[in-house]
């Protein structure tokens, strides 16, 4: 039965992760082979292949792979405006974030609710996962890039809160099971055990449901990132290759070819 909830509660967890690049990519169409990370001095995306590796932004300036590429005074315009959308776009990336935190937190605390387990255990449950919530919107609020929810560190920080509160799930219905067993009614101990394999099997596709409740947030998103696949077009890298940093399904209805505004 633990090892059944510690599927449950990571679920749950990854469940509210912050808006992750299949999201953008499901509903806005949109993706990106590098890595962003918003920096003091302007914006860093970053991958491990192909070239270029680094591309740098700063106030009009554009650097690949530590080469400075000239541009023309359009072109810097240009790239400004491109830096100055992508930060303006990043708190509302970090809002959307917060608030599938706290529907994930939510539909999990209504899917406690309904398992009768003791109100002393209930109470400390509903503290705990308020209080992982709470440190996660934190996290978002503070990261200022996306290595920092790389799968293996998602996969990770949901371990993490599992191990936090299965015990305390996995605990109230195990000591049930045990005292209707002890007090001869198997059929109780058997409804247990029964309950416990239904939530796992069935609480994944119930907390996507929920989640969809979010999508008019990332939809909202949509057109300021086609905004950026289009402002990025005509831009080079320091080889005179086109600079993709971003890509916009053309089929989606918003070409990436179309004019910037």
């Not at 509210?16 to 299949?22: D, F, G, L």
């Not at 591309?55 to 790239?79: C, I």
Request: aromatic letters at 2%; glycine letters at 6%.
């Amino acid at each position: 039965m633990r090892v059944l909830f510690s599927a449950v509660i990571a679920a749950a967890v990854l469940a509210a992760m912050p808006v992750q690049a299949q999201d953008l990519a499901a509903t806005c169409h949109a993706s990106s082979s590098y890595d962003v990370t918003l920096q003091p001095q302007g914006v860093l995306f970053d991958r491990s292949t192909p070239a270029p590796t680094r591309v740098e932004l700063h106030d009009g300036s554009l650097r690949t792979d530590g080469v400075a590429v000239v541009l023309t005074p359009p072109q810097q315009d240009r790239l400004s405006v491109f830096q100055r959308d992508l930060q303006a776009l990043a708190p509302r990336v970090r809002q959307v974030a917060q608030s599938g935190v706290d529907m994930a937190a939510q539909a999990l605390r209504e899917e406690v609710a309904g398992l009768g387990l003791a109100a002393a255990t209930r109470v400390e449950f509903d503290r705990r996962l308020a209080a992982h919530a709470s440190e996660l919107k934190q996290r978002i609020a503070r990261s200022q890039s996306t290595h920092d929810w790389q799968g293996d560190l998602i996969q990770q920080y949901a371990n993490q809160v599992s191990a936090d509160l299965m015990p305390l799930v996995a605990g109230d219905l195990g000591q049930q099971a045990i005292d209707a067993a002890l007090a001869g009614d198997l059929q109780s101990a058997a409804d247990l055990r029964d309950r416990a394999g239904s939530l796992v099997t069935t609480l994944q596709p119930r907390l996507q449901q929920r989640m969809q409740a979010l999508r008019p947030q990332i939809e909202a998103l949509c057109p300021s990132i086609q905004r950026l696949a289009r402002l990025q077009q005509g831009l080079h890298d320091a080889h005179g290759q086109p600079l993709n940093l971003l890509h916009v399904d053309a089929t989606s209805g918003a070409s990436a070819a179309a004019p910037a505004d």
